[in-house]
């Protein structure tokens, strides 16, 4: 028999029951035992339609109030001291760790978050140094496996292998300069140790253990330690299933297949031809294995038949018994449950698997595998077969004219007119922006009232016109409050965009939407990515008339504000037909027209925000280049259309840069704005280093999280910003867009933001 499994499933509940509940839990409105009733419902939910599903392993104690790693945080004592002391419930301190608090009495900021791999899923970033002290402080594996056998429900728990931990780990402010994380495997050991030998104890058969790092190149140095971890680890634990995801072991496979576990998951979605050399490493083994066959990371229909040849090469390599089905990551970065969908045509819907339909595609992959004649798996083979087919003849369709017009793009259509400096002084002409120029990333407060109206207007409660006009209030109020804080570089606000890449996709050719496809981004964030179905073009401009409306009412200069190409195509599904460069190029092409149209209708500056560029990185180093050639090429020739008047700004948030900046400085954007009040500076050291030239606006406080920054501390960030880069180039901003955030801290947040800068100006 071959079994079939889930590695993990959305946390977020059919209606985002979760994010409800958390944010009321955050205003108070409910109990920390009312949130954990919600959070116990949805889990309970989860497990029982998996299982509902035909699924043999279901996952447990992959559920999170958070995140998955702040969670292990949490249960190891990884608390940083600045939480410590405060006074509040574990709860509390859990989520001050995540979003940072500020009260009366207590004011943390919250801690660094980053892209969970090549995801846009963001985890809680540990802090460790010589002096953390690991212990089990409690155990929710044990727990949410109790909590599902009680439900009547065998799971296979799921916890992050200790390396991964460490290696996703930082360095805390207080560690030696030259303390790394992974020194402390020996003290995290023992912690482990108890945690899976409890779940032994609870009656585990199987326990799940995540190594994502062993996709990375990063890992083949770290051969001893995963020898001397799992070589101690089976000692005592359950049987063991080293789970990897999202690439591709290559070399790592030699020390990892003389490992004692009991099994091992590999990716077959992206990285399909690991099967054979993997499959031969584990032949004189006993290890089960694992094959990720329907995709974590999309939500097309898996090609049942052909994930059946790469079982059965499995099978014949290593009999039924030791071969898995699964789904090649956590279904975590895909909605819930297509059953949801109301609005998609019927063709469309017979494309997709979201969560619920990838359960019961491993389900019915893994009976044909095992030789099943049961009626109801051949109908659903048979009906797969024809889905397949009909999306194949779809996707045979084209728009010519966007293919010819991707065909004919020239080196010409990437460059600016003139270099940086002679730009520089074309554009200060026209914007006469101060030293040290303040400016936002671009979107102010999404509130209630433009969310209803937004509802209403889609429901057909509000006429066109009538929701215009709204919008245009919104601008009006949101200019005015600019111009009375004293910003000097404007925006409009985005009042009229959902969401920074469905508002763009919405407009463009080649996308469809979902009612209900939300999937968790961080925390109580959730975004609902479009998917990209077709070829993509622009029928009629997206943001020229609030853009020109915007400029309309304010003598300062106000800034366009466009998502970049390689940003819409990250945070979409895109097609899985064709490349990714192919989809970059195409949306490129639309965005060209978008900042031509915009400078036509007189804006001046205009920012194309890429905040997905370093998260579509691939994994592996020798597939960066490629990447990296096409990514930035996209941005350019999304940008490079117009006159040497015009400043382009571009934004990235939780850049790690330090190994692509060639790439980054060959954008060539007048300006871009980073993420930096969390990653301490760091990353100014590489601009300089690399002697960059344009300008740069660092973020002077942190926006996901309510908390107000004090003038005297922006002051400070800046005094830290000028020991690095030189006056002349920087632009002071927040970290990022402001929509999240509610007017009252906005406000004082912006003016201290601007005081911070007025000193700046008096004082350098
Ligand atoms: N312009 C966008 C905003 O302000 C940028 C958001 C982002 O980078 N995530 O909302
Ligand atoms: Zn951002």
């Known amino acids: 028999?071959?079994?079939?499994?889930?590695?993990?499933?959305?946390?977020?509940?059919?209606?985002?029951?979760?994010?409800?509940?958390?944010?009321?839990?955050?205003?108070?409105?409910?109990?920390?035992?009312?949130?954990?009733?919600?959070?116990?419902?949805?889990?309970?939910?989860?497990?029982?339609?998996?299982?509902?599903?035909?699924?043999?392993?279901?996952?447990?104690?992959?559920?999170?109030?958070?995140?998955?790693?702040?969670?292990?945080?949490?249960?190891?004592?990884?608390?940083?001291?600045?939480?410590?002391?405060?006074?509040?419930?574990?709860?509390?301190?859990?989520?001050?760790?995540?979003?940072?608090?500020?009260?009366?009495?207590?004011?943390?900021?919250?801690?660094?978050?980053?892209?969970?791999?090549?995801?846009?899923?963001?985890?809680?970033?540990?802090?460790?140094?010589?002096?953390?002290?690991?212990?089990?402080?409690?155990?929710?594996?044990?727990?949410?496996?109790?909590?599902?056998?009680?439900?009547?429900?065998?799971?296979?728990?799921?916890?992050?292998?200790?390396?991964?931990?460490?290696?996703?780990?930082?360095?805390?402010?207080?560690?030696?300069?030259?303390?790394?994380?992974?020194?402390?495997?020996?003290?995290?050991?023992?912690?482990?140790?108890?945690?899976?030998?409890?779940?032994?104890?609870?009656?585990?058969?199987?326990?799940?253990?995540?190594?994502?790092?062993?996709?990375?190149?990063?890992?083949?140095?770290?051969?001893?330690?995963?020898?001397?971890?799992?070589?101690?680890?089976?000692?005592?634990?359950?049987?063991?299933?080293?789970?990897?995801?999202?690439?591709?072991?290559?070399?790592?496979?030699?020390?990892?297949?003389?490992?004692?576990?009991?099994?091992?998951?590999?990716?077959?979605?992206?990285?399909?031809?690991?099967?054979?050399?993997?499959?031969?490493?584990?032949?004189?083994?006993e290890m089960v294995v694992s094959l990720g066959v329907v995709s974590g990371r999309n939500i097309w229909k898996t090609d049942i038949a052909a994930a059946i040849k790469l079982g059965q090469t499995a099978i014949e390599a290593l009999g039924q018994e030791r071969v898995v089905v699964a789904t090649s990551s956590s279904l975590l970065h895909t909605p819930v449950t297509l059953a949801s969908e109301k609005k998609l045509t019927a063709e469309q819907k017979d494309w997709f698997a979201f969560a619920l339909e990838k359960a019961e595609e491993v389900a019915v992959i893994a009976a044909v595998l095992s030789g099943s004649q049961d009626a109801k798996v051949t109908a659903a083979l048979e009906k797969n077969g024809q889905s397949i087919a009909k999306r194949r003849r779809f996707e045979s369709t084209s728009d010519d004219a966007v293919r010819k017009r991707v065909a004919s793009i020239t080196p010409e259509m990437l460059h600016r007119k003139s270099p940086f400096a002679t730009r520089q002084e074309a554009q200060q002409k026209h914007l006469n922006l101060p030293k040290f120029p303040t400016t936002t990333i671009g979107s102010f407060p999404q509130t209630k009232e433009i969310r209803a109206a937004r509802a209403k207007f889609t429901k057909g409660q509000l006429t066109q016109e009538e929701y215009e006009d709204f919008i245009k209030k919104e601008i009006d109020l949101v200019v005015k409050f600019q111009e009375e804080v004293g910003l000097d570089l404007l925006v409009h606000g985005e009042p009229e965009r959902n969401d920074m890449v469905q508002y763009f996709g919405e407009l463009l050719e080649g996308f469809v939407f979902t009612q209900n496809g939300w999937v968790q981004s961080y925390g109580s964030r959730?975004?609902?990515?479009?998917?990209?179905?077709?070829?993509?073009?622009?029928?009629?401009?997206?943001?020229?008339?609030?853009?020109?409306?915007?400029?309309?009412?304010?003598?300062?200069?106000?800034?366009?504000?466009?998502?970049?190409?390689?940003?819409?195509?990250?945070?979409?599904?895109?097609?899985?037909?064709?490349?990714?460069?192919?989809?970059?190029?195409?949306?490129?092409?639309?965005?060209?027209?978008?900042?031509?149209?915009?400078?036509?209708?007189?804006?001046?500056?205009?920012?194309?925000?890429?905040?997905?560029?370093?998260e579509g990185l691939p994994l592996r180093r020798v597939d960066w280049d490629g990447y990296l050639k096409w990514a930035v090429d996209s941005f350019k020739l999304a940008t490079a259309g117009v006159s040497d008047t015009l400043q382009t700004h571009s934004h990235f948030c939780y850049s790690d840069f330090d190994d692509i900046f060639p790439s980054i400085q060959r954008l060539d954007a007048d300006v871009i704005s980073i993420e930096a009040s969390k990653s301490d500076m760091k990353l100014l050291h590489t601009f300089k280093q690399y002697g960059y030239s344009n300008q740069i606006g660092p973020g002077v406080y942190d926006i996901h999280s309510p908390r107000v920054p004090p003038r005297p501390e922006i002051e400070e960030r800046l005094k830290a910003m000028l020991a690095i880069l030189p006056s002349s180039l920087i632009f002071v901003n927040p970290d990022c867009g402001l929509k999240t955030r509610g007017w009252k801290e906005t406000e004082a947040s912006l003016v201290n933001l601007v005081s911070a800068a007025k000193w700046a100006r008096e004082n350098y």
Not at 530 to 553: E, F, G, H, L, N
Not at 554 to 579: E, H, Q, Y
Request: aromatic share 8%.
């Open 1 to 285: 028999m071959v079994a079939s499994s889930v590695l993990g499933f959305p946390r977020i509940g059919g209606n985002r029951e979760v994010k409800k509940a958390v944010e009321a839990y955050w205003a108070g409105k409910i109990s920390a035992d009312e949130l954990t009733k919600v959070a116990a419902d949805v889990k309970k939910t989860s497990w029982a339609s998996v299982k509902a599903h035909g699924v043999d392993y279901i996952p447990s104690g992959d559920f999170s109030l958070y995140d998955h790693v702040l969670d292990h945080s949490a249960a190891f004592n990884v608390i940083p001291k600045r939480y410590v002391g405060l006074e509040l419930s574990a709860l509390d301190v859990y989520f001050a760790m995540g979003r940072g608090r500020q009260t009366e009495n207590v004011d943390v900021p919250a801690s660094e978050m980053k892209k969970w791999f090549d995801s846009n899923y963001h985890f809680v970033v540990p802090e460790l140094s010589e002096e953390t002290e690991f212990k089990l402080n409690f155990n929710k594996a044990v727990e949410e496996f109790n909590e599902a056998k009680a439900a009547g429900i065998l799971t296979r728990p799921v916890v992050l292998g200790p390396i991964s931990y460490l290696v996703l780990s930082k360095a805390a402010k207080d560690a030696k300069p030259d303390f790394q994380p992974i020194s402390l495997l020996p003290r995290l050991i023992p912690v482990y140790k108890q945690l899976l030998s409890d779940l032994k104890s609870a009656g585990a058969e199987w326990v799940q253990v995540d190594e994502p790092v062993l996709v990375l190149d990063s890992a083949a140095a770290l051969d001893k330690q995963f020898t001397a971890a799992y070589s101690d680890l089976v000692t005592i634990a359950p049987k063991i299933m080293l789970t990897t995801y999202f690439g591709r072991l290559d070399s790592n496979i030699a020390f990892v297949s003389k490992l004692p576990v009991a099994g091992l998951h590999i990716d077959l979605d992206r990285a399909p031809a690991q099967l054979v050399e993997v499959v031969e490493a584990l032949k004189p083994t």
């Open 526 to 614: 959730y975004v609902r990515p479009p998917i990209i179905v077709s070829d993509v073009s622009r029928p009629v401009p997206m943001t020229v008339k609030w853009s020109a409306y915007a400029q309309s009412v304010t003598g300062k200069p106000m800034k366009g504000m466009l998502t970049g190409p390689v940003t819409i195509l990250n945070w979409s599904f895109p097609r899985a037909d064709v490349t990714r460069e192919l989809q970059s190029k195409q949306l490129a092409l639309a965005l060209r027209d978008e900042v031509i149209d915009l400078e036509k209708a007189g804006i001046h500056a205009i920012q194309v925000d890429e905040p997905a560029i370093r």
